[in-house]
């Protein structure tokens, strides 16, 4: 587990403070190899990269997390519109939004900020963070 102390400005502004990354800037946005999409804070799996798939808004993207205590849901209403912050179910760290338009079988979109997140390559076995 990560503290506060160990993380960069960017990562602190994100994970802690609710902010994003510009989008299509994320290190994790192109990665196509097969692992498991776990929180930087706290290592505890979020999504497989099964369930990844490209939105095209400029942000990782996944239709369901790896369980259903992997996310927690809350409302945010920062930008004067409703929409469904998700936080690490663990930690809660911030990940990003959830929306209803991505594709079957779940129709949601789990847009994650990819500096909250760090990716396990199952083949490799390396570490990347986002």
Known sequence: ???????????RRICLEQGTELPFSGK???QRNVGLY???LCDAALFL????FDAGCG??????PVSGQSIRYLDD????????????????SHLGHVFNDGPPPTGLRFCVNSVSM???DQESGEIIEG
């Open 1 to 11: 587990m990560k503290t506060k102390e160990q993380l960069n400005a960017e990562q």
């Open 38 to 40: 776990r929180c930087l």
């Open 49 to 52: 990269s099964d369930t990844k």
């Open 59 to 64: 942000w990782p993207s996944f239709y369901r």
């Open 118 to 120: 760090i990716f396990e």
């Open 77 to 92: 209403y920062s930008l004067s519109r409703h929409r469904t912050e998700i936080r690490c179910g663990n930690c809660d």
């Open 28 to 30: 994790l946005l192109q």
